[in-house]
């Protein structure tokens, strides 16, 4: 049993961000914590939000945390809305970190080859920032491509190229990484290469080579979310012990059955009602 520490958005109207990982988490076994980094109304894609960044609460709340003795685990952070704000995860990160916190980043910024609404270009180089002090991070080809800039092609890449890719989101920093959404050769997949040494927080198959592939059947169904789900079923399991690419392979296996069974949902940008699928975790 792990205590892990959430910083992310919370969004009010919708199962995403942190909304959608408590659930599993918990569930998994693991107490869990959050440290908002903003107050969002709704998922962007409804054209109309409203956004209450939340740096002064969080510049308060760390010291407290840290004059309490709080401590956790493994740290996942994902949305970041300013300069100010990445400087401060990623410098609490780096302590955490010292003390022997596992470090996950999310570099949630876009998909479908362009950025969310409301991302800018700065954004982006505020989360190369944050990959810096991952020892995982697990963006989706689009973040990749913003990440190393590398093109963005609807046609995927070649395996060759995916190696490459994962090789420029090391060298930010990151001891590890994965790639959610990617097209490889022509087949839909995830891909991922572990750490070059042992890492401390969680299990890699030394043996079974620098990088992997694991290809999926895709759903036609673009559900908002299920990038948090897949971050929070994958977590769940590398802080239960299993290895890096069995619990990927578990974490597409979830995603995959969320998005069956809700698949006639009629509006996808509230994501998937987590709370009434936690059988299929």
């Not at 939340?54 to 401590?71: A, C, E, K, Q, S």
């Amino acid at each position: 049993m792990k205590q892990i520490l959430l910083i992310n958005d919370v969004v009010g109207y919708s199962h995403v961000g942190m909304v959608a990982m408590l659930p599993i988490l918990t569930y998994l076994g693991h107490p869990t914590y959050n440290l908002p980094t903003a107050l969002v109304s709704n998922t962007l894609d409804y054209g109309k939000f409203n956004v209450l960044e939340t740096t002064d609460y969080m510049r308060g709340t760390i010291p407290v945390w840290r004059n309490l003795g709080f401590h956790f685990d493994a740290v996942c952070t994902g949305l970041m809305f300013s300069e100010e704000q990445a400087r401060l995860v990623s410098d609490y990160c780096k302590q955490l970190h010292g003390d022997g916190t596992t470090i996950f980043v999310d570099p949630i910024m876009g998909d479908g080859g362009r950025l969310y609404n409301g991302m800018t270009e700065r954004q982006v180089e505020l989360m190369r920032e944050m990959v810096s002090v991952a020892d995982l991070t697990f963006p989706n080809y689009t973040e990749a491509c913003y990440l190393t800039n590398m093109t963005y092609r609807e046609e995927g890449l070649s395996w060759k190229e995916a190696c490459t890719m994962l090789d420029r989101i090391v060298q930010l920093g990151a001891k590890s990484a994965v790639i959610t959404s990617a097209r490889v050769d022509g087949h839909s997949c995830v891909v991922g290469r572990r750490s070059n040494e042992p890492l401390a927080g969680f299990q890699q198959n030394l043996a079974d080579g620098l990088y992997f592939r694991l290809d999926y059947d895709e759903i036609p169904v673009l559900f908002h979310g299920t990038g948090d789900i897949f971050s929070a079923v994958l977590i769940g399991h590398l802080m239960k012990g299993e290895p890096l690419k069995e619990s990927t392979q578990t974490a597409m296996n979830v995603v995959s059955r969320l998005i069956d069974r809700n698949r006639d949902l009629p509006d996808k940008c509230r994501g998937i009602p987590i709370e009434q699928c936690l059988d299929l975790l």
